[in-house]
């Protein structure tokens, strides 16, 4: 079965700084792994996607991925944080690509 | 300009009425699915659909329904039998194969309150 945990549901960073946002997963076969952002009251928009072809991903606004297979992970980073970024991240999970499984999301807020 | 609705932005119900909430996507996918989402918990999978006429259920399916008539739409209900359906509802599709990739595209989201 397919499951995702995102570690800290709130990080708090200073504009400039270092955004990490860490993703574990659980999944019987090699599966393909997925950040999206979430804006107030809005829906979610893809920022990137794991699927196999290289383990750094790299996505929209400057984000990317690693994934480690040894770690069963997925963290999202970003070098320089923008008063943009402030918004709540999910990572998803796909076995089949059929379904996604969501991990409970990290709301992200930039200091000034 | 493709894309997927989402209809009514917000919608008010009275305890023990039935509503429906619209998405219409014009991106030629197969598939479709409905999530909600409650502050902390993340997305969860009401139901899906992966051709027209065809879907199954997902998580948490007990008090919604769907309908698959074309593949454009897949309206869901949100019966008096959810006992507590305050929550924000997202609707999602993808495409198929080599050309979509497997990625779920987002509509805009329908916030119903419960009064």
């Known amino acids: 079965a397919q499951s995702v945990t995102q570690l800290g549901s709130h990080v708090s960073v200073s504009e400039g700084a270092l955004v990490l946002l860490r993703c574990n997963y659980s999944?019987?076969?090699?599966?393909?792994l997925f950040w999206y952002v979430q804006y107030p009251n809005q829906g979610l928009q893809l920022l990137l996607k794991?699927?196999?072809?290289?383990?750094l991903v790299k996505g929209i606004n400057d984000f990317e991925a690693e994934f480690k297979k040894s770690e069963t992970s997925f963290h999202l980073t970003k070098p320089s944080a923008h008063m943009s970024d402030a918004a709540e991240y999910f990572c998803?999970?796909?076995?089949?690509?059929?379904?996604?499984?969501f991990g409970a999301g990290t709301t992200v807020t930039v200091r000034a | 300009d493709g894309g997927i609705t989402q209809s009514p932005k917000y919608l008010f119900r009275k305890e023990g009425q039935n509503v429906t909430l619209s998405c219409e996507q014009n991106?030629?996918?197969?598939?479709m699915y409905w999530y909600r989402q409650d502050p902390g918990q993340g997305l969860r999978l009401i139901y899906y659909?992966?051709?027209?006429?065809?879907?199954q259920k997902g998580d948490i399916a007990e008090g919604y329904s769907v309908s698959r008539e074309k593949k454009e739409s897949f309206p869901l209900t949100v019966t008096s039998a959810q006992k507590n359906p305050t929550a924000f509802y997202l609707c999602?599709?993808?495409?198929?194969?080599?050309?979509?990739?497997?990625?779920?595209?987002f509509g805009p989201g329908t916030r119903l309150t419960v009064l």
């Open positions: 999602a599709s993808r495409g198929s194969g080599r050309v979509f990739g497997n990625e779920q595209f």
């Open positions: 794991y699927t196999s072809a290289a383990t």
């Open positions: 991106l030629n996918h197969d598939a």
């Open positions: 999944s019987s076969v090699p599966p393909y």
């Open positions: 659909s992966q051709i027209v006429n065809d879907f």
């Open positions: 998803a999970v796909s076995e089949r690509a059929d379904k996604l499984s």
